[in-house]
Structure formats: C-alpha cells, structure tokens
C-alpha cells in the first residue's frame, strides 16, 4: 500500500510538473513570437518609411539587399545558438520544417518569423491607424 501511495503522489507531481512546463514553454513562445512580431515591423519601417503597405514593406530591401523578414531571421538564428530552449519550443510549430535547409536553430528562426507575420501585420495596421489620427493639442 505504501508504494501505490508513492506511485500516486509521483504521478500527480509529474503531471503537475508536465502542465507547469507546458504553459511555461507556451509562454515563452507567445514573447518570442510577440518580439518577433515588433522587430519585423521596426525593420520594415526602417527599410521602407513612406510604405503603407505592410507586404510590400516586408519585401523591401535594406542596406545589404536583404528584406526584413531576412534581416530579423539571420538575427534569430544568432540568438538561438544561445538559447536551445527557443529551438526546442519551436519544434512543436506548425511552420516548423524538417526539410528547410539548415540546422536547427536557422529552422526555429524561420518558424518564428513565420508564426509571427499576423501578429506583425496587426502591429503594423494598428501603428498606421494611430499615425493617421489628427492630434489633438
């Protein structure tokens, strides 16, 4: 009897644990996606300040002929090198691919930008919106 309580007490504390970690992994991915989402807008504006159009923005090329989807990936795949846990947490994305070339770490930076372009395009509308209200001093 001592042992099926023992049995018991561990299964509740690995779910416990299990479901801890999931929601810390979900929630790391939701800031990751949210930063991405902020560093694409940032460099699109960069890149193409008098564009109103979010797709064409992205696709503008910077200094180095790259567009910014490029620019904030090639970052990411930088960051990742440092952070296993980001990669890891992005294995379980739907834009996860095992067949894009590369390792692992420039497949998580693809995968975030990938998760991040809606969040990016709302940012984006939502910065042309509050730009084009009057001020009102």
């Known amino acids: ?6 049995d018991y ?3 509740v504390e690995f779910g416990q644990a299990l479901r ?10 939701h800031v990751v996606v949210a930063q ?7 460099t699109a504006r960069e890149f193409a300040p008098d564009e109103h159009d979010f797709e064409t923005a ?17 970052k990411w795949i930088e960051k990742l090198d440092d952070y296993p846990t980001i990669v890891d947490v992005m294995r379980n994305s739907m834009e996860w691919d095992d067949d894009f ?15 991040s372009l809606e969040q990016a395009q709302k940012l984006w509308d939502e910065t042309l919106t ?5 001020d009102k001093r």
């Open 1 to 6: 009897m001592p042992n099926e309580l023992a």
């Open 9 to 11: 007490v561990n299964d």
């Open 20 to 29: 801890a970690a999931g929601e810390a992994m979900d929630k790391l991915r």
């Open 36 to 42: 991405v989402a902020r560093e694409i807008v940032e």
């Open 58 to 74: 992205i696709q503008a090329e910077g200094p180095d002929s790259e567009h910014a989807l490029w620019v904030v990936q090639d």
């Open 101 to 115: 070339p590369g390792n692992d770490a420039v497949r998580a930076a693809q995968a975030i930008v990938n998760e």
């Open 130 to 134: 509050a730009e084009s209200k009057p």
